[in-house]
């Protein structure tokens, strides 16, 4: 099943059922953060991505440079592992994880989460390619890619059993934008994908076919 397919049937099991009043709280999140201008300000296709050491779920410390050793760097942040879109989109880029590998490219996931918390979502998600955690979110920042969750969606979150500060550490609710990046050796983007509405993830099979073309 495409990304897309599965994202379009959680939204309408979620619109079925969760109260039309948190749905529109939740809109309207979005749309503020859509107005904000944020995603005019992330890296661009043409712009060069900055380094970056982070440990991966199983606590091993990894580099930009390291990671594009071998050929392009796919590089996708997500929320965390209690965010169902993202959890959509990890496994989809699981599945086509084999024809990234035949492509030649990496691929790696960069998330806010704790090490701990990264490891259960990869091993949730029964994933065989990195995860990076961004404590803080200061990588993503640097991108200018993160939002503080606000105090409404804070209260919301919770009410789902979705704790972020278990997730991220205690007071932080800093949170990347959907983003996806197709990075070559000399760290040159060549696709970036942002957006600040995070049910909206690109669809794998489009990275699939820029990377044969490169």
């Avoid at 809109?27 to 712009?47: D, F, H, I, V």
């Avoid at 989109?89 to 704790?114: D, F, H, R, S, W």
């Avoid at 606000?150 to 209260?155: G, S």
């Avoid at 696709?191 to 076919?209: C, G, H, L, M, N």
Wanted: hydrophobic share 40%; with cysteine; net charge negative.
């Amino acid at each position: 099943m495409k990304l897309q397919n599965a994202i379009a049937d959680y939204r309408a099991k979620f619109k079925e059922n969760v109260p039309e009043n948190i749905q529109l709280i939740m809109s309207q999140a979005t749309q503020a953060l859509n107005e904000s201008g944020m995603t005019s300000r992330a890296p661009k296709q043409g712009e060069v991505l900055p380094e970056f050491e982070l440990s991966n779920q199983l606590g091993q410390l990894r580099s930009l440079n390291q990671l594009l050793e071998q050929g392009p760097l796919v590089m996708t942040f997500y929320r965390g592992g209690w965010c169902p879109y993202c959890n959509l989109e990890l496994k989809a880029y699981q599945a086509v994880l084999p024809e990234l590998k035949k492509a030649g490219a990496n691929l790696v996931a960069i998330t806010p989460e704790l090490p701990d918390q990264s490891l259960s979502t990869a091993e949730k998600n029964a994933l065989e390619f990195e995860v990076l955690s961004d404590p803080g979110s200061n990588y993503a920042k640097r991108l200018g890619l993160v939002f503080s969750l606000p105090e409404e969606l804070r209260t919301i979150y919770s009410g789902f059993g979705i704790d972020v500060e278990g997730h991220n550490g205690k007071g932080q609710f800093d949170l990347p934008l959907a983003a996806t990046f197709v990075v070559t050796p000399d760290k040159a983007i060549v696709s970036a994908f942002v957006d600040a509405d995070y049910t909206k993830r690109q669809e794998p099979s489009e990275i699939i076919a820029l990377l044969d073309k490169l």
